[in-house]
């Protein structure tokens, strides 16, 4: 890892070797594949609650439907080795696999 500055007081201060192995250890916590499955599973919640009035509508159309299931089957359906194409973004932040498009 490169050398890691702090600002402190507009002060580039070096990190000490503690908060260099804290960094570290938080990043590959980070990286871990439970809390990248955390993060799907909030942003999957995220997508099924601004759908839920599709469901109260009552007249869900097949295309929602599906959505909505594959929706929940994302920890079923994609493993470990799927979760960085998941996580993906674009320039903008936007979510780009295919399971978050909306129909």
């Known amino acids: 890892m490169s050398d890691l500055i702090n600002i402190i007081n507009g002060v580039p201060t070096p ?5 260099k192995a ?13 809390s990248k499955l955390s993060r799907i599973k909030i942003i999957r919640q995220q997508f ?4 839920d009035w599709w469901v109260l509508r009552g007249n869900m159309s097949e295309a929602q439907t599906q959505y909505r299931q594959k929706l929940r089957d994302i920890p079923a359906d994609y493993n470990s080795s799927k979760y960085d194409e998941l996580l993906a973004r674009d320039e903008q932040g936007n979510l ?4 978050w498009s909306k129909p």
Not at 15 to 19: M, R, S, V
Not at 48 to 51: D, F, G, K, V
């Open 15 to 19: 990190f000490t070797d503690e908060e």
């Open 22 to 34: 804290q960094r570290e250890k938080d990043i590959a916590e980070y990286n871990s594949d439970a």
């Open 48 to 51: 099924l609650e601004e759908t």
């Open 96 to 99: 780009t696999h295919s399971v």
